[in-house]
């Protein structure tokens, strides 16, 4: 089974308007954060967001923000006010074993497929 | 501001050469890992480094060699190059003391096998 599914390949946004993309994990660890990066067209890896399995809140970072369903094991993106240069392919991640801290497998992460996000004009 | 650094950005092979990928990071971080991103497969752990002197395996490691020279150097050797192993490769790094550390990436190598 995937640990990580992004269900939209594919998503299309009207400029300034917000949009969520949608990642959901599967994990038994009760600690565990989930990151997402941005890959624009260009090719690198940018690192957007983070959010712990026992952080109480959201988190959010300028135009972005997670919508975290602890429940539901849901970790979903929001992106407030799109703009052109949000186009890009959009990766969550899963990093388990957090509270062992160190280097090593703990370190990994696991990707999702991605999701292409177009932003309209 | 160089942070995780690879060479070359781009490489032709053809089938049964040897080459080896080459990255260095200069932000001091302990872990280290190299991954292949296929189309429509999210990137996809080949090896990783904890730390100077140690190697482990990771999702696909089949094709593949690595040695972590130092601190700084993480280098990843295909022996007998394949088309199967046409992608694009990531290295990252990562500060490992804190759970919540983002992985920090290079901007990757283009590899193509003919």
């Known amino acids: 089974a995937q640990k990580i599914t992004q269900t939209q390949p594919g998503m299309f946004v009207q400029e300034k308007e917000a949009v969520t993309l949608d990642c959901t994990y599967d994990t038994s660890d009760p600690s565990y954060g989930l990151f997402w990066y941005k890959q624009p067209s260009s090719g690198e890896m940018i690192f957007l967001i983070y959010?712990?399995?026992?952080?109480?809140q959201n988190a959010t970072e300028g135009r972005y923000s997670l919508n975290f369903q602890k429940a539901r094991k849901s970790a979903n993106l929001v992106i407030s006010a799109s703009q052109l240069g949000d186009s890009a392919m959009y990766f969550c991640a899963m990093r388990e074993g957090l509270t062992l801290n160190y280097g090593g497998s703990q370190g990994n992460l696991i990707f999702g497929k991605g999701t292409k996000l177009s932003v309209k004009p | 501001n160089a942070g995780v650094t690879q060479t070359p950005k781009f490489q032709v092979l053809k089938t049964g050469q040897s080459m080896t990928l080459q990255c260095a990071q200069d932000?001091?971080?302990?872990?280290m890992y190299w991954y292949r991103q296929d189309p429509g497969m999210g990137l996809r752990l080949i090896y990783y480094?904890?730390?100077?002197?140690?190697?482990d395996k990771g999702e696909v490691p089949n094709g593949y060699n690595v040695s972590r020279l130092n601190k700084r150097e993480f280098s990843l050797r295909l022996e007998s190059a394949a088309p199967s192993q046409t992608s694009v490769y990531f290295c990252a790094s990562r500060f490992d003391r804190f759970g919540n550390q983002p992985q920090h990436f290079g901007d990757g190598t283009r590899l193509s096998i003919l």
């Open positions: 959010q712990g399995s026992y952080d109480q």
């Open positions: 932000m001091n971080h302990n872990s």
């Open positions: 480094s904890a730390s100077e002197g140690t190697t």
